[in-house]
C-alpha cells in the first residue's frame, strides 16, 4: 500500500474554451483528512470529479492510492456530490441499496448487513422507509453520505457535505471522519467554512484552478507571517496574494 492517496501531477482541465485547472499538482498522503478550500468557481469541484473519473484531464497525470485513475478501477473510492444525486422517490433505504449495488456488493446477506449498518451510523435507521422527498435538507445530506460509505471505500471524495447541516449534526459527521481516518482511510473534504477546515489535518487553499498554498492548518497561519492569525484570515491573505499577482 502507498503512503501518498492523491498524486496529481501538472493538471490542466477546460470546459470548452475555459481553462478550469491550471497545471495543478498535489499530493495528499493516505490516512488524512485533506480539506480543499477555495472561492466560488476556483475548480473544486471540477478536480474532485476528476479525481474520482468522472472527467478527463486535458494533460496531466492522476494517481488514485498508486494507480493510474480509471473509471473501472474507482470502486474503492466514495463519492457524495455536490450536487445530491438520489433517487427522491425511492426509500432511503432503496437508495443506500442502489449504491451499493453500483459498488458491486453483490452478496446479498453481506449487502444487506452493510446498507443497515451504514443507515444506523447515519442516524437514518427510523426513516429508512421513507421517500426521499420526504426528509428534510440534512436528512438527504446524511443518506447521500450513506450511499457515499456504503462500500467501506478506503478513500472517501466528500463534496461540501457540511453544507446546510445544523451545529449538532456537523459536529456528528466531523466525529465520524474523525473514526474513519483512525481506521486509516483518507478524506478529501472541499468546504467554504474555516470550522470544518480547522479539522482537517492539511489544507489546499485553491484559486483560479491553482493551488495557491498547502499545509497544515498551523503551517498556513504562520506563512502570513503572525502564529495569531485566523485560519480566516490566512485564507483571505492567500486568495488576496493570488489576486495582487494577477493584477501587477
Ligand atoms: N459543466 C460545466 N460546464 C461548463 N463550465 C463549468 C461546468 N462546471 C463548472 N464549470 C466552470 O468551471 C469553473 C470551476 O467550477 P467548479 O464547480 O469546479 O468550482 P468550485 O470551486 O467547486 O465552486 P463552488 O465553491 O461554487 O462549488 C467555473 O468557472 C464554472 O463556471
Ligand atoms: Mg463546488
Redesign the pocket.
Known amino acids: 500500500m502507498t503512503d501518498v492517496a492523491v498524486s496529481v501531477n501538472h493538471l490542466t482541465f477546460s ?2 474554451h ?1 481553462e ?1 485547472l491550471k497545471d495543478l499538482s498535489l499530493q495528499i498522503p493516505t490516512g488524512i483528512a485533506f480539506g480543499l478550500l ?10 474532485i470529479r476528476l479525481l474520482v473519473g468522472l472527467l478527463k484531464p486535458k494533460s496531466g497525470d492522476i494517481h488514485i492510492l498508486g494507480q493510474l485513475i480509471s473509471r473501472k478501477k474507482a470502486l474503492f473510492i466514495g463519492y457524495m456530490p ?1 450536487l445530491q444525486s438520489l433517487y427522491n422517490e425511492l426509500t432511503v433505504r432503496q437508495n443506500v441499496e442502489f449504491f451499493a449495488r453500483i459498488y458491486r456488493l453483490h452478496d446479498k446477506a453481506k449487502r444487506t448487513q452493510q446498507v443497515e449498518k451504514v443507515l444506523k451510523l447515519v442516524d437514518l435507521w427510523e426513516r429508512r422507509n421513507d421517500a426521499v422527498q420526504s426528509l428534510s435538507g440534512g436528512m438527504k445530506q446524511r443518506t447521500s453520505m450513506a450511499c457515499a460509505i456504503v462500500h467501506n471505500p478506503p478513500l472517501l471524495f466528500l ?2 457535505p457540511t453544507v446546510g447541516l445544523d451545529p449538532e449534526l456537523r459536529v456528528s459527521f466531523w466525529e465520524f471522519f474523525s473514526t474513519l481516518t483512525k481506521q486509516g482511510a483518507t478524506l478529501i473534504i ?1 468546504s ?1 467554512t474555516m470550522d470544518d477546515a480547522a479539522h482537517c489535518d492539511r489544507l489546499g487553499f ?1 484559486r483560479d ?1 491553482k493551488v495557491i498554498a498547502e499545509g497544515t492548518p498551523n503551517e498556513l497561519k504562520l506563512a502570513t507571517g503572525t502564529a495569531q492569525t485566523s485560519l480566516e484570515d490566512a485564507f483571505l491573505y492567500f486568495v488576496r496574494q493570488g489576486k495582487d499577482a494577477r493584477n501587477d
Open positions: 470546459f470548452g475555459r478550469v477555495g472561492p466560488n468557481g476556483a475548480g473544486k469541484t471540477t478536480l455536490q463534496d461540501e472541499s467554504h485553491i484552478g
